[in-house]
Structure formats: C-alpha cells, structure tokens
C-alpha cells in the first residue's frame, strides 16, 4: 500500500506532458474544438476566426500586414484621406513681415464732388490768392501729401508737388489710415486647400442650412482649411474641421496646383489670378509659394481673362480716368504704390483706399493689400507671367469687350 501514492503521481505527471490540441489548433485542423459538441450545438454559434489581431487605433492609408485596420482605425483612416490629420495641423505658411505693409506716403482723402483749388504758399491758401485747382468728380480722390499745419488762420495741407491745399476748400479727411491685410507665404505646397472667411458666418455640423449650427462664429479674414467639398441644397459645402461645414459663398478659397502650369509659362514662374474666388497665387519651379485675397474689376469693368507678362514696374504711379458718362466712376488716386502693368492699363498694385477684399470693385486692375503688393513687387520681374482665369465662366474673353482698363 505504500507504492500506491507514488504511482499515481507519477501516472498524473505522464498524462500533463503528453502533448493537446489547442484550440487554434483544433480549428485549423478542422477537427471540434475541446469542449464543443459540435452535434449539439445549433450552426453559427461557432465565434469565426480571422487569424489576426485589430491594429492600434491609426491611418492605414495602405493595408497593413499582421493586423486589421478596423473600429478607430476606420475613422482615422477615413479623415487622413480627406487631409485630417489629429490633432488638426495648422496651415504651413506663414503671414509676411509686418514691416512690408508700412507705407512712408501720407494721403488725403477729399469727400467732396468737387476740383480742390491748390496755390503755390500757405499764404496764398489763407487769403484764397490765386491758384490753380485739381479736377474731382463723383468718385474717388486721395492726394498724397507731406505736412499738415494748424494755424489761426485754419488747417492747411502741403502736397508732394509742393503747392497748399486750404482745408476749408475741401472736404477732406486726413490721414488715410490703409488697411494691414497680409496672405501667406509657403515654403512648399500646401497639403490642402485652404481660404479667407469674407464674412461673418457660424459653421455647420454638417451640409445644408437645415443643419444645427456648431455653435461656432467665423470671423471675416480668418483662415480655414478645406478637406471636402459636398452639394446639398443647390450649394457647395466645404468641411473644414471635424463635423464643421460652411457655405462656399463664405470663402474665398485658394486650390494649389503647381503641376497645371498655364499653356505658354516656359520659365516655371507665374503669378494666377481667380476671378471667381478672388484669390491670387504665386508659383516658383513647382511650388505654390504665396497666395492672397485680391478685388478684380467689377462688371462691366472686368479684369480680362488671358496669359500675360509684367512689361512695367513703377513702385508709385498717379492713376486717374473715367469710363461713365456722367464720370460717376471718376477717380484720381497719387502715389499708387508698387505697381505693374501687364494688360494695357490693367495692373497689380497696391490699394490703400481699400479695407476689403475677396470681392470685385475696380475698373480692370488687381487690388491688393499694401503690404502683398509690396512681397509681390520685389518677388516679381519684369517679363514674369501673369495667368487671369475665371472657373464660373461669366468673365467675358472676347477681346473686343475691353478697352485699356483702369485702377
């Protein structure tokens, strides 16, 4: 009876070595798992295997090997696709210096319709002596100057042609005050489109007006990105950010595109203007490096659609002219500031009378911020190219539209 303890363990620690099918092993095989009747047990109940884990919640932009991209991944990969990225990235470029919007010029904007008598001293302009005069009219006029000086006698202003302008002649307002706008500059092409809000709008969780509201005000000039674009409600929608959509009419939007170079640009440097968006962009061999908001003509003064070449460069220009009959148009604006010509009288320049842009509103030319005018000025050369494009359609081409253009 002693032999029998020893035995029996023995016999127990012979039966745990020998070797038992898994249950990976048993399904691989085909054979029923241990404990599973599989008579007994009703079709389907079985839980299937698919042999590999799920991944880490990530992108899997391509399959993955050893595991299944699904649950977060599925989301995750679905935004990556769209350019969505978390946490949200920022847009890669960056505003120019603050420095290139600081003008040296003065100007002086006269409200009344009205020529402003001028004279050669500010005696002369105190007692009204005799002078001459500088034709005004319904529209715009900004003279440049260079003193203001207050006396007993009133407020008298010394333009850069050194003759006086008596502030009670006029109806004048000094100093301008130019708005500070900048775009963005880019060492490499944007990953995504991108635009300037251009009025206040509160964002949607999702396409169409009947959508709840996120709760989220866009402020005028502020910097989305765009992911998607959608139609819903005879509108385009555009998602720029998680669960947020905004109404395309609310964006002036920049799509880069450095592989579609115009037909004729044969020195990989051109500047392309979007009348339908009100954007410009700047590309240099294969890279979108500067984009902004602009103001083009506005009907019936439109910029004309076309491949252009810089042929001059003027860092101030006086513009002046008058296309209505009734010179309801008139404007005389000195000391323009970084100009240059591409299509007849049509040009880049700077606008310091304007606060907004995103929408059309000169006679032909492309407006933009003093300070973008100023990046674009040193950027550009004379003979570089400029491409004017509408993507709605409604800019006439017909040559026999345009005359010379104006400011």
Request: charged residues 20%; negative net charge.
């Amino acid at each position: 009876m002693k032999r029998t303890l020893p035995v029996f363990v023995a016999v127990l620690l012979v039966l745990t070595l020998l070797p038992v099918p898994s249950l990976v092993q048993a399904r691989e095989s085909g054979q029923p798992a241990l404990g599973r009747n599989p008579q007994a047990d009703p079709p389907g109940l079985e839980e299937p295997y698919l042999g590999q884990p799920l991944c880490l919640p990530g992108a899997y932009l391509e399959n993955p090997a050893g595991c299944l991209p699904l649950g977060p991944s599925t989301y995750l990969t679905n935004l990556a696709r769209m350019g969505i990225t978390l946490p949200l990235r920022a847009l890669s470029g960056v505003r120019p210096d603050p420095a290139l919007s600081v003008m040296n010029e003065q100007y002086l904007a006269v409200l009344s319709n009205r020529s402003v008598p001028v004279y050669a001293s500010i005696d002369a302009a105190a007692s009204r002596s005799a002078g001459g005069s500088i034709a005004g009219g319904k529209g715009l006029m900004y003279l440049s100057i260079i003193r203001r000086i207050d006396n007993d006698q009133g407020i008298f202003f010394q333009l850069k042609s050194g003759m006086w302008i008596n502030a009670g002649d006029a109806d004048v307002a000094c100093c301008v005050r130019y708005g500070r706008f900048q775009g963005f500059q880019f060492r490499q092409t944007p990953r995504n489109s991108f635009g300037w809000i251009l009025n206040p709008v509160k964002s949607k969780t999702s396409p169409g007006y009947n959508s709840p509201d996120t709760g989220r005000e866009l402020n005028r000039e502020e910097v989305v990105q765009i992911y998607a674009i959608e139609e819903k409600d005879k509108t385009r929608w555009l998602l720029i950010g998680l669960d947020e959509w905004v109404d395309d009419q609310y964006v002036g939007r920049v799509m880069p595109n450095p592989a579609e170079i115009p037909q004729g640009v044969d020195n990989g440097r051109w500047i392309e203007v979007n009348l339908g968006e009100q954007t410009l962009m700047v590309y240099d061999q294969g890279q979108l490096i500067f984009a902004t908001l602009i103001a083009t003509g506005v009907k019936p003064f439109y910029t004309r659609p076309g491949l252009f070449t810089i042929y001059k460069k003027k860092p101030l220009e006086t513009m002046s002219g008058a296309f209505e009959a009734d010179k309801s148009d008139y404007y005389y604006l000195e000391d323009v500031p970084w100009t240059m010509y591409f299509d007849e009288a049509r040009a880049l320049h700077g606008a310091y009378w304007r606060t907004m842009y995103g929408y059309p509103a000169s006679h032909g030319c492309v407006n933009l911020s003093p300070g973008d005018s100023n990046w674009l000025f040193n950027w550009a050369k004379e003979g570089d190219w400029v491409y004017v494009w509408d993507p709605t359609g409604e800019t006439p081409t017909d040559p026999k539209y345009y005359g010379a253009g104006g400011a």
